[in-house]
């Protein structure tokens, strides 16, 4: 079962599954180049982002592979 997600949603996750959170949200940049890197996922489009304080801006929408 493929399911599209995007960063925003992966923190989250990760926040939510006792992971400790970066500095700033933006480190996981980092881990998204690694991951696509390694060919653990893969890009496949853009969305809107569900945080208010990005109004809405576009972000990635990734696969995992």
Not at 18 to 43: F, H, N
């Amino acid at each position: 079962h493929e399911e599209n997600f995007m960063i925003e949603e992966f923190r989250q996750f990760a926040e939510n599954n006792g992971l400790e959170s970066p500095p700033s949200a933006r480190a996981y940049g980092g881990v998204v180049r690694r991951a696509v890197a390694k060919e653990l996922i893969r890009k496949v489009g853009h969305g809107h982002v569900s945080n208010v304080k990005a109004h809405a801006c576009f972000a990635s929408v990734w696969r995992k592979i």
